[in-house]
């Protein structure tokens, strides 16, 4: 008697919050460009190297596999749905259809159906847990190892086959911080350390998070396929600043990777009155000005951020207008502020191992572990009061400030000024 019931109600409502929601995402100011955009800095969805390809690809094996399960099982369902909907007032009172049990045929079927979709799903798995678990044997010749150790809250690197000469006498892996520079199109195994707390490495465009785990060596494979500049992450909390624990990884075509070797084992550029005399018409290194504020701290300015890689270049050739005597003052007060101990800078007076290594932190784009770009008002704002950027790091706890008795107490202030020349010091270290 009645007509199936289609609750034209529960549809109305079913709609409006659809819009509303659509109007939600238009008037917040996303455009829908952003809220489905893939291809982010730390996006795995849009990849740059072969390890972090079969990862992408064998999610979407397994995305197809249950895009087709959902598909099956909502047909069945809303078959059934309408089909055996009840029709009548009758039909809603009626007895149940007599239930039938075991069906040798179905059950069989969906078993079968079952394991072959887990087959399907298998077998690129097991394929790619051996690829990606270590360098394949065709490129183990030409592969570069390199020690990665995590630090609260920073990334040191090693190159355990270019050994550099100590002014102390005898030699040391080639050390650097925050950004591993490799070459493009060779693969390179990571070797996996701690100094203290369980980290995580990961470059989401270039390969998945492994662990670095106290007293447990660990290692991870890529490869870039091309010269770029790719964001890593620490993907493992490890205390307060675990979240701004980042990393860089610059890939160098083979020729710019081995002009960057040479420079990197030469001890520490000194600037002085006279090179500054001989250097012919340096290069313009200029980042746009921009005030450090909370807001916009973390922020890459806008030439940076269109072509980090093209950046990084320009950061590699020593600063328009350096001025040798502030240089001198600032590496006077690198010692006097007790920085030395903190900080090795080969050539120089640094000596310290508990921090990042500086002998060419001014070539470097980013400060503070991928923080903030490594602009001279950055890294002023940073040297001036490190805590605001990095909470609970040690140069603050421990170095600006320390325990005593009857709790912290500060152990030394540096002035705009001193800042200034330990900025012109660090951002000679090219
Ligand atoms: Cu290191 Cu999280």
């Not at 007895?95 to 690129?124: K, R």
């Not at 340096?282 to 922020?299: G, R, Y």
């Amino acid at each position: 008697m009645t007509r199936p019931r289609l609750d034209h109600r529960l549809l109305l409502r079913l709609t409006s919050a659809l819009f509303a929601g659509l109007g939600l995402v238009f008037l917040s100011g996303c455009k829908l460009a952003e809220v489905f955009n893939l291809s982010g800095n730390q996006s795995t969805m849009v990849t740059a190297g072969p390890v972090a390809k079969a990862q992408w690809d064998l999610f979407m094996v397994t995305v197809y596999v249950s895009t087709f399960i959902f598909i099956v099982v909502g047909t069945v369902l809303a078959y059934a749905q309408i089909k055996f909907r009840a029709k009548s007032e009758a039909d809603e009172h009626a007895e149940p259809p007599p239930q039938g049990h075991g069906n040798p045929f179905v059950e069989i079927g969906l078993i079968a159906g079952s394991v072959a979709l887990l087959v399907i799903i298998a077998i690129p798995t097991l394929r790619d847990i051996w690829y990606t678990h270590d360098v394949p044997e065709s490129e183990k010749g030409n592969a570069i190892e390199v020690t990665a150790t995590g630090y609260q809250w920073w990334f040191k690197f090693e190159y355990p086959s270019e050994m550099v000469k100590l002014p102390s006498g005898g030699e040391a892996p080639l050390v650097t911080s925050n950004e591993l520079v490799v070459p493009a199109g060779i693969a390179i195994r990571v070797q996996l350390r701690t100094i203290d707390v369980i980290h995580s490495f990961w470059v989401p465009k270039l390969a998945g998070k492994v662990d670095m785990m106290p007293n447990r060596g660990n290692f991870v494979w890529f490869k870039a396929d091309k010269p770029g500049y790719f964001y890593g992450q620490c993907a493992e909390y490890c205390g307060e600043s675990h979240a701004i624990m980042r990393f860089r990884v610059i890939a160098l075509s083979p020729r710019d990777y081995s002009l960057w070797l040479e420079n990197q084992k030469q001890p520490a550029r000194t600037v002085t009155a006279q090179s500054l005399a001989a250097a012919t018409s340096p290069a313009t290194v200029q980042f746009a000005s921009m005030k450090v504020n909370p807001s916009d701290a973390l922020a890459g300015s806008p030439s940076f951020e269109a072509d980090p890689l093209a950046a990084w270049h320009a950061m590699q050739q020593p600063e328009a207008g350096e001025n040798a005597q502030l240089i001198a003052t600032g590496r006077k007060l690198f010692s006097d502020k007790t920085c030395i101990s903190c900080h090795n800078i080969r050539g120089h007076e640094g000596v310290g191992i508990t921090g990042p290594d500086l002998t060419r932190v001014g070539a470097r784009t980013t400060i503070a572990a991928g923080v903030l770009e490594n602009t001279r008002e950055r890294m002023h704002a940073w040297i001036k009061e490190p805590n605001h950027f990095k909470p609970g790091n040690k140069m603050w706890f421990g170095g600006y400030n320390v325990q005593d008795g009857d709790g912290w107490k500060p152990n030394f202030q540096v002035t705009d000024q001193e800042i200034d020349a330990l900025v012109a010091y660090l951002h000679s270290l090219k």
